[in-house]
Nanobody
Framework: QVQLVESGGGLVQPGGSLRLSCAAS????????MGWYRQAPGKQRELVAA???????DYADSVKGRFTISRDNAKNTVYLQMDSLNPEDTARYYC?????????WGQGTQVTVSS
């Protein structure tokens, strides 16, 4: 069982930045995959950014050039740096991890972009 705890969400003005953190209960280096997802009201959950065990990354087209996923293996933490935020980025952001074929989720953190 893997526990994931997200933090760092909040209210930010358009054009602003936030950094989300996802702390895992065990070594993230052992994870096959870790990613950040988001879900806005009335919409399906979508993958925003992902990182494989080898460090490869992938991003949704809507966030390329604005969001950056990174990790700190020593802290068992994955980050999502979000810059140039716009109202369309408003959603609840979830951290997800896959290990031995099982997928684990955090409780999410709310990001609201509004003036």
């Amino acid at each position: 069982q893997v526990q994931l705890v997200e933090s760092g969400g909040g209210l930010v003005q358009p054009g602003g930045s936030l950094r989300l953190s996802c702390a895992a209960s065990q070594s993230i280096f052992s994870m096959d995959f870790m990613g950040w997802y988001r879900q806005a009201p009335g919409k399906q959950r979508e993958l925003v950014a992902a990182m494989t065990r080898s460090g490869g990354t992938d991003y949704a087209d809507s966030v390329k050039g604005r969001f950056t996923i990174s990790r700190d293996n020593a802290k068992n933490t994955v980050y999502l740096q979000m810059d140039s935020l716009n109202p369309e980025d408003t959603a609840r952001y979830y951290c997800g991890a896959r290990l031995y074929g099982n997928t684990y989720w955090g409780q999410g953190t709310q990001v609201t972009v509004s003036s």
